[in-house]
């Protein structure tokens, strides 16, 4: 990178970002572990568990009206919802189908 005129610009060590993100992983994987814990399916795992489990989760989005299973579905994924958008349904009638796959 060379510079083409006069200019100013953020300096941040590699050491000190790493250290950073490395914070906020933990952050994040703090919380996660605790929203995990008030889920009614998995309330029986200990907090190494969450912990394992919330380090494998990853999120992925989904647009208004993308299909994310379908009742004939072989069960290949666990979903846990974590925001919906506003529907004129109830939230147990939006899950109904989500059930099917817990066992």
Do not use: C
């Amino acid at each position: 990178m060379v510079a083409t005129a006069d200019g100013s610009l953020w300096v941040l060590e590699r050491r000190a970002f790493k250290a950073i993100m490395m914070r906020a992983e933990d952050d994040d994987l703090a919380k996660t572990v605790q929203l995990l814990g008030g889920v009614e399916v998995l309330s029986s795992l200990h907090n190494g568990q969450l912990s394992r489990l919330a380090d494998v989760l990853s999120e992925k989005t989904f647009e208004e009206g993308e299909v994310i299973v379908q009742q004939a579905d072989t069960a290949r994924h666990f979903y846990l919802v974590l925001s919906a958008g506003p529907s004129n349904r109830p939230l147990s009638t939006q899950l109904k189908h989500l059930r099917r796959f817990e066992g």
